[in-house]
């Protein structure tokens, strides 16, 4: 296609050849001439993007404000020359490049290629795609230009960041006992010797070994094995009424963080953990343990995206069959929205289990985005400290997370008002 | 052992070697960068050699006008005839104008890379001196004659003479940087990387060949009585050709310095603007962009083949142009040899076919034949295949840079 030089180019030299004839102006008619020869040699050259594009990413799952290293690889692999080739990888617009450039200028000969390397901050969690590749061909003096795609795509994932989460906090009341030959042989509340190791302030009096003391002159504890391991439930709020906020700061992106911090903690204890996010419908993993669990618990929070408004007794009522006796709950949402939420956890907390309410703040979420009057804030806020009351009256642990607390901080706040 | 091996070339730790980047400073200072600059700079002093030589040198040049001035105040005019050229013949009367308009464009691109305060202060030098020579002796004189005969006066009629000397000074110097607009603007936009002095430059002369063709137009010619016989007037009708390749007679010498105009300005805007195209582009560049070899090596592959296709398109394009021109000689021939009718030498003896009408037309199926050729002949293929060809054995010549 004729860039905009060339279509002036062609109309210059067709109007100096005309005014040159009717004023019978050699000059003109070879100026004009001239131009008209400029283009017509010049698109004997035109380029081409027949190249070959490998993209080779640093990692296909990375964590929310990791770093991303791409390179991309074109290669020529046609007989000629690409001519001036400008190369564009297109990257979501949720990444942001750190370093380097996704594009470069290139003029690859036959055979040759060339990478361009550079790295992406990825500061939402999400499924991400790179790619496709947009390439623009053209000659070197810019009279042709053509715009071509080559689809190649490049899948990545984004899980929800992992915090610390301090272990005193967080602790089973019904261990469940393993069966068989499985030994954990990692340190914990057990009955199980694992090792000595030295006096730290905080450790209990009665963990001391005096006889090793006496031996040695230094005051030694004894660790146990654990040995019990726990099915820990995590109901994720993603409804929408969880986008309050901005991108960055909002309740389903602290839920997600949480969740997935939460997961990361007990599977390291080796517990069981189960996962259940609620919008316009339920999806379910039933515990497990391990690595692989961990992964489907990551992916499953990477693809959370708030809709519908599933209420939280519907989630209950269609789970509280398969919850083991006596676990855990851990539901992770801002009770907004949702008249049903205090007779859920009646519900859960009647049949034995320990429910804990991590609800992040939406009234402060909002508060983020747009202005709300004093005594309209003080009003909501008034009306949130009730309905958080009413959950800790039903026997729940609640935590008022706000925007700007760590999770190990709002954890540390376990009350039952 | 280990102090016997050096470092290699593109490693820095000491920063005794510095590694190739983009940065402008060692761009600018490339090679390619400098012969895109040089060629341009030839290209835009042949380009103004050559217009001043078929159209103003002896008809409407500089030095006539000096003269015409210094014969209506009856003296000479302050500014040296070395300097003007006056007294010399034909071409020799731009020669120091040129070099004079070589400098000054050149001075005023140095100026451009200064920091603005150094910039403010030469301008402001320059004025103060442009004040203190025009009207510095006027003051001088009058207000030490005022002091002298202690009397409030007005300057008298010897005092005000002596603004007689700068103001044809400043005159003669304005008409001598109209006349080397062209090549002030051109040499300022080249190495002072200003696309708006090119422009100007390239619209100066396109403005001039306008305005001239006007005025070598008959009907207006005509009205413009014994000035107009002044204006150099190329006529539309030839004499035979006496220049071609191989052996084929094309164009004359007047047809060739015609195109050989057309072309140096394509030669001038296409490399002008290329260079500022290609360093806009490096500015741009992030920094870790810049010092990547492979951005630096991306950048000399297209520095070279523009190089390449300005020496060898822009080239190419002269030759067409001659071609296109002479083409209806070719045709005329072909006519008369392949059928020897009577027709056929009343063709081409026709005077119609060789004015302007048969020219244009003929030159115009020429460029359409060598437009539908890239249809028929993959020259890139066959450029290709040759360069495959020819690198089939060389061994990659890919020389990372480590960074420690």
Redesign the interface.
């Known amino acids: 296609m004729w860039t905009r030089k060339a279509s002036f180019t062609f109309t210059g030299g067709i109007a100096l ?1 005309l ?3 009717m ?9 004009g ?6 283009i ?7 380029g ?1 993007g027949d190249v070959e594009v490998q993209r080779t990413l640093s990692a296909d799952n990375l964590y929310k404000g990791d770093d991303l290293y791409v390179e991309l690889l074109v290669t020529n692999r ?4 690409t ?2 080739l400008e190369v564009y990888d297109n990257i979501p617009h949720e990444m942001k ?1 750190r ?3 996704n594009q ?8 040759e290629s ?4 550079y790295v992406l901050r990825c500061p939402l969690r999400g499924h991400f795609s790179i790619g496709p590749v947009s390439l623009r061909s053209r ?3 810019n009279l042709g230009v053509e715009e071509m795609l080559v689809d190649h795509h490049s899948d990545i994932v984004i899980f929800p960041q992992i915090k610390e989460v301090e272990e005193a906090f967080l602790r089973s009341r019904t261990p469940k006992m393993y069966t068989g030959a499985t030994t954990l042989r990692t340190p914990g509340q057990g009955s199980e010797f694992y090792s000595l190791r030295e006096y730290v302030p905080g450790d209990p009096f009665k963990n001391i070994n005096w006889k090793a003391f006496a031996r040695t002159g230094d005051l030694m504890v004894n660790e146990k094995c654990r040995d019990a391991v726990t099915d820990l439930y995590i109901l994720l709020d993603s409804r929408d009424i969880a986008r309050i906020g901005t991108v960055l700061k909002n309740p389903l992106e602290m839920g997600t963080v949480s969740a997935a911090s939460l997961a990361a903690f007990f599977l390291k204890r080796r517990d069981s953990v189960a996962l259940a996010i609620f919008d316009d419908s339920l999806a379910y993993l039933p515990p497990d343990t391990g690595d692989k669990q961990y992964f489907k618990i990551l992916s499953a929070l990477a693809g959370v995206s708030p809709k519908g408004k599933m209420p939280l007794q519907a989630v209950t009522n269609s789970l509280s069959g398969r919850f083991s006796r006596g676990s855990p709950v851990f539901i992770i949402s801002s009770c907004e929205g949702d008249g049903t939420v205090p007779a859920a956890v009646r519900d859960l907390v009647g049949r034995g289990h320990e429910v804990t309410v991590l609800s992040p703040s939406s009234i402060d979420f909002e508060r983020l985005v747009s202005r709300i009057p004093r005594m309209s804030y003080e009003v909501l806020k008034l009306e949130r400290q009730n309905r958080l009351t009413t959950l800790a009256g039903s026997g729940a642990m609640v935590i008022d997370w706000m925007p700007d607390m760590d999770l190990s901080q709002a954890l540390m706040q376990v009350r039952g008002y | 052992m280990a102090e016997d091996v050096g470092l290699q070339r593109d490693v820095t730790v000491t920063g005794e070697v510095s590694p190739r980047t983009l940065h402008l400073k060692l761009l600018r200072k490339q090679w390619q960068i400098i012969s895109l600059q040089v060629i341009a700079t030839v290209a835009l002093v042949g380009m103004y050699l050559e217009v001043v030589s078929n159209y103003v040198v002896g008809s409407i040049d500089h030095t006539m006008l000096f003269d015409t001035i210094e014969l209506l105040i009856g003296d000479q005019l302050p500014i040296g005839d070395w300097l003007t050229g006056e007294g010399r013949s034909g071409l020799a009367r731009f020669f120091v104008p040129l070099v004079l308009g070589l400098l000054v464009g050149g001075g005023m691109a140095l100026l451009a890379f200064q920091t603005p305060k150094i910039q403010q202060r030469v301008k402001l030098g320059f004025i103060v001196t442009l004040i203190v020579v025009l009207i510095g002796q006027l003051m001088l004189s009058w207000l030490t004659g005022m002091l002298f005969s202690f009397d409030l006066r007005l300057p008298n009629s010897s005092e005000l003479s002596t603004l007689e000397w700068p103001l044809l000074m400043i005159l003669s110097m304005m008409i001598l940087f109209l006349y080397l607009l062209p090549v002030i603007m051109g040499v300022r936009g080249i190495w002072g990387l200003s696309r708006r002095s090119i422009a100007w430059a390239i619209g100066f002369t396109l403005l001039f ?2 305005i ?3 005025l ?3 009907l207006i010619n005509g009205q413009l009585g014994t000035y107009g016989d002044s204006v150099n007037v ?3 009708q ?1 004499s035979d050709p006496t220049i071609g390749i191989f052996g084929l007679m094309l164009v004359n010498e007047q ?1 060739f310095a ?2 050989l ?3 140096l ?2 030669v001038f805007q ?1 490399s002008s603007y ?1 260079v500022i195209r290609y360093l806009e ?1 490096a500015y741009r ?2 920094e ?2 810049k010092r ?1 070899p ?2 630096v ?3 000399d ?2 520095l070279n ?2 190089l390449k ?1 300005t020496f060898g ?2 080239g ?3 030759v ?2 001659m071609i ?2 002479g083409f209806h000689t070719v045709l005329l021939g072909f006519v008369e040899d392949s059928t020897g009718s009577q027709w056929a030498g009343q063709i081409s003896e026709s005077i119609e076919l060789s004015l ?2 048969g ?2 037309i003929s ?2 199926m020429f ?1 359409s034949i ?2 539908l ?2 249809f028929f002949v993959p ?3 066959i ?3 040759i ?2 060809r020819r ?1 089939a054995d060389a061994t990659p010549a890919g020389k990372e840079v480590v960074e420690i």
Request: with cysteine; hydrophobic share 55%; glycine share 6%.
């Open positions: 050849i005014i040159g004839m004023i019978a102006n050699l000059q003109m008619m070879i100026l001439l001239t131009f008209i020869a400029f017509v040699v010049n698109s004997w050259i035109s081409h046609s007989n000629r020359n001519q001036l490049l370093s380097g450039l470069m200028r290139l003029n690859l000969k036959p055979g060339a990478r361009i390397r000659n070197t003096f | 060949l306008g001239h063709a006007i070598a137009f008959p190329i006529g539309a030839f047809q015609l195109i105009i057309a072309v300005i394509m296409e290329g582009y560049l992030p870790s962009c990547d492979e951005y090596r991306q950048m592959n297209v083949t523009h296709h398109f822009l190419l394009t002269g067409a142009t296109a021109l302007t009408y020219l244009v030159a115009a460029l060598m437009a050729l890239r020259w890139e293929r450029w290709g295949l360069y495959s690198n």
